[in-house]
């Protein structure tokens, strides 16, 4: 499925990071591009969908090359939904926050997507990730690593040590 996923940085080069509804597990934003609408448009709809932020409240600094995938597990798809969904293809963009903190609102839709979020260091979301969406992970953060200013190779260097 088409998908977009979005890495939100604060003014000190944290990164957005969310405890999904009733879970234990924690992600970036993320959501479906529907039929009518191109990459950036669903990025926008998610983001205010997920955060409660609004395009005023962030600054687009760039998008990942190409589409990133990852393969759910067979033990953990969901054969009961109307439709089977097997992984998901996601264009990643990189904003950064312009608003405040106190735009956000995760409970702005009738079904949150969130219940908790915090800042985070920039590489801790691929330790901490369900396992299936790690190197989707890695790869996004290492080619946008340079919109924050990160030398690249040092910053890659750097995480694949600390695995």
């Known amino acids: 499925r088409a998908n977009v996923g979005i890495i939100l940085s604060n003014s000190d080069g944290k990164v957005f990071w969310a405890r999904r509804a009733g879970q234990k597990t924690w992600q970036f934003p993320q959501g479906g591009i529907d039929e009518d609408e191109s990459p950036i448009e669903a990025m ?49 963009f990189y904003l950064r926050l312009t608003g405040c903190e106190v735009d956000f609102d995760l409970f702005c839709s009738d079904k949150p997507e969130f219940d908790r979020w915090r800042w985070v260091d920039y590489w801790r979301p691929v330790k901490d990730v369900v396992h299936f969406k790690r190197e989707v992970y890695s790869r996004a953060l290492q080619e946008l690593a340079y919109l924050l200013g990160y030398d690249k190779q040092e910053l890659s260097q750097q995480h694949f040590s600390r695995r």
């Open 44 to 92: 926008y709809r998610e983001l205010h969908e997920e955060t409660g932020l609004l395009p005023e409240h962030v600054e687009v600094g760039g998008k990942t090359d190409d589409w990133v995938r990852y393969r759910i597990p067979n033990h953990l798809l969901r054969r009961r939904s109307q439709r089977l969904r097997i992984g998901s293809k996601q264009i990643r």
